[in-house]
């Protein structure tokens, strides 16, 4: 059965700093990974997919990683501002998407 | 253009009563999804429609949950005789097309809570 997993639950930094939320799964059998930001009392924002053959994907400040072989992705914020502060959640698409249960960040002006 | 809709935005019902909630997915989409987040906790994987059919229905927690779709647009979602630990956030969401390359966009999700 697959699992993911985020770590760690929750962040706070402050402004400007580069950091790294990881994922990681049980099953290296996955078609593609998404990692989605989540606002409080809204849906799911899609940041960034990789597929299975890649090995990583960017976009602005954000770079996300996969390593399928150590069941391992991380996301990447360079830079990181008080508008990030968000909910970050990894999911792997097996024929239907398998989510952590997020990492909760906080970035302080 | 228009995202995907959820109604209502929030739910207050008593346990033992059935409740309906709607999805409207991005028009043109043919795959829909539903999915719960209970508190503390992550995404569950409910239901998947492609067109009016439902290839994969094995995330529905009991049969007091069904769900159908209708004119490969909008989505209800039904929960019977609601009990206690039903209550959480039920999202929805809808791709262009089924499969692992499409992008899923997510709806803003009903609050459910069971009295």
């Known amino acids: 059965k697959q699992e993911v997993t985020q770590i760690p639950a929750a962040l706070s930094v402050p402004e400007g700093e580069n950091l790294v939320l990881n994922c990681s799964f049980t099953?290296?059998?996955?078609?593609?990974l998404q990692w989605f930001r989540q606002d409080p009392g809204k849906g799911l924002t899609s940041l960034l997919l990789?597929?299975?053959?890649?090995r990583e994907q960017t976009s602005g400040r954000l770079n996300a990683s996969l390593d399928k072989s150590s069941g391992r992705s991380t996301l990447y914020i360079a830079a990181s501002q008080p508008g990030d502060s968000a909910t970050y959640l990894c999911?792997?698409?097996?024929?239907?998407?398998?989510f952590g249960q997020g990492t909760t960040l906080q970035v302080k002006p | 253009g228009a995202g995907v809709s959820q109604s209502p935005s929030n739910k207050v019902t008593e346990k033992g009563k059935d409740v309906e909630l709607r999805c409207d997915p991005i028009?043109?989409?043919?795959?829909l999804y539903w999915y719960r987040q209970r508190l503390g906790q992550g995404l569950e994987f409910l239901i998947y429609?492609?067109?009016?059919?439902?290839?994969?229905k094995s995330g529905l927690p009991s049969d007091r949950f069904s769900a159908e779709r209708t004119g490969e647009s909008v989505s209800t979602l039904t929960i019977q005789r609601t009990q206690q630990e039903d209550s959480a956030v039920y999202l929805c969401?809808?791709?262009?097309?089924?499969?692992?390359?499409?992008?899923?966009?997510f709806g803003p999700g009903t609050r459910l809570l069971v009295l």
């Open positions: 969401a809808s791709s262009l097309v089924p499969g692992d390359q499409e992008t899923q966009y």
């Open positions: 099953d290296s059998a996955i078609y593609n």
């Open positions: 990789i597929q299975s053959s890649q």
């Open positions: 999911a792997v698409h097996t024929g239907k998407l398998i």
């Open positions: 028009s043109g989409h043919t795959a």
């Open positions: 429609f492609q067109g009016n059919s439902a290839p994969d």
